[in-house]
Structure formats: structure tokens, C-alpha cells
């Protein structure tokens, strides 16, 4: 067993930023890509994770984390699937952000790949990379969590949010994350895209330029 900190290589007090800035080096060393193994990539990712509940937990302590006791031995890395569905959908079929069954009904609507699918995200990727990297056009613009242009909407799961971020307390609250800087938490997602065309999101937009996608 060891202390998550430790695992991290962050101070018990550290703050959000220094826990997610320790969090993003920790899983690029660690990942078997990159010189890692199997062992350490699991227990970083899960350092991170019971740091993470502590925090939303108001406080808890975090626990100590061992492989052992939850993925007994040395499992596959796993990447975390991700089911997408492009906002521009639900403007098109009269949907709403707050539809139960929103995914259901676009699984039956027959939405183009872009629209409507699943991807794979790598823990040494965001999950705007991720997107990039299988070849879908996700919008962004800084590219470094000052805008909210990569903005999307959580239905399922949990997606890290970025130090310094611009996204106020009550649009993080109700489920909107930053996708160019947000690494999934959690072993499953379901996000809907391209969502920055919500009017609350207007004042945080940046104007198109030459390095913003849509
Ligand atoms: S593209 Fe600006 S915060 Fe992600």
C-alpha cells in the first residue's frame, strides 16, 4: 500500500493545479509506451483518481492505493471508451442537454461517424487529442484552457478538469468540461461535442483565428 501522494510525488496540501499538473507527468512517465510498465501506469492513474474523489468528497482523506486490492494481477492498460454525440444533433432533432435517454435516441436517429460514435481515449492523451488522433474534427482554439471553445457536455462519467481554467463554478457543476486539457477519470464517458454554441457559454468564446477549428 502507499499514499496516492507519494505515487504523484505531490505534498498532502498540494492544490487542484499542483495535483493535476503532478498527474499529467506522472501518467506520460509511467505509461508503457513511454518506458513505464503496466504496474506503475495502474497505480498513477489510480493515485490520481482517489485524490480526486477526496477532493469532492470535501476533504476525506484519500486512500491508499494498491493494485492488489481491485485489479489483482497485472491487468491490460486499458483506454477509456468514450461515446460522442455532436451538439449541432440535438439543435437539428429538437433534443435537450437534460434528455435521459439522449443517447438512446441517437443511437436510433442514424447520425453520420462524425456525429454520433464511440472512441478510444489513452491516458497520455486529452480527450481533444484523442478525438484528433482518430480523425475527428472536435472545435478548439487556445488550446490551454482559456477559452471555451473545446467546451463539452458530461452525461456519463468524469473528465479532469484543467488548472486555471476559465469554465465558472456553476457551468463545471452542471457538467461542462474543458476537452483540450481534460483527461477522463473514469473508466467510461459519454460527452456531447461542440456544445460551445450554448448561449452561456457565448462570453467565453474566442473569435475564429488561424488556429481555431470551428
Ligand atoms: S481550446 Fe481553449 S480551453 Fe480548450
Known amino acids: 500500500m502507499v499514499s496516492p501522494f507519494e505515487v504523484l510525488d505531490v505534498d498532502e496540501d498540494a492544490d487542484e493545479a499542483a495535483v493535476e ?5 506522472r501518467v506520460k512517465e509511467a505509461h508503457p509506451d513511454q518506458g513505464g510498465t503496466v504496474e506503475e501506469f495502474q ?15 470535501g476533504g476525506v482523506d484519500a486512500a491508499d492505493v494498491d493494485l492488489s486490492d481491485e485489479e489483482g494481477d497485472a491487468a491490460e492498460v486499458e483506454p477509456v471508451r468514450v461515446e460522442f454525440l455532436d451538439y449541432d444533433a440535438l439543435a437539428d432533432y429538437g ?9 438512446r ?16 481515449v489513452r491516458p497520455d492523451e ?14 478548439f482554439s487556445c488550446r490551454g484552457g482559456a477559452c471555451a ?17 476559465v469554465m465558472p463554478d456553476d457551468l463545471t457543476e452542471r457538467g461542462f468540461r474543458l476537452s483540450c486539457n481534460g483527461y477522463p477519470v473514469s473508466d467510461e464517458l459519454k460527452v456531447v461535442f461542440n456544445v460551445k454554441h450554448l448561449a452561456e457559454l457565448d462570453d467565453l468564446i474566442l473569435p475564429p483565428g488561424p488556429f481555431t477549428r470551428r
Open 149 to 165: 471553445n473545446c467546451a463539452v457536455y458530461l452525461v456519463e462519467g468524469e473528465l479532469s478538469q484543467p488548472a486555471n481554467h
Open 43 to 57: 497505480l498513477v492513474r489510480r493515485a490520481y483518481r482517489e485524490i480526486d474523489e477526496r477532493g469532492r468528497n
Open 21 to 25: 499538473r503532478a498527474y499529467r507527468d
Open 126 to 139: 486529452s480527450l481533444l487529442e484523442a478525438a484528433e488522433n482518430r480523425g475527428f474534427g472536435w472545435p
Open 95 to 103: 433534443w435537450s442537454l437534460d434528455d435521459d435517454d439522449l443517447f
Open 105 to 120: 435516441k441517437a443511437s436510433h436517429a442514424h447520425l453520420g461517424a462524425s456525429e454520433h460514435g464511440r472512441l478510444l
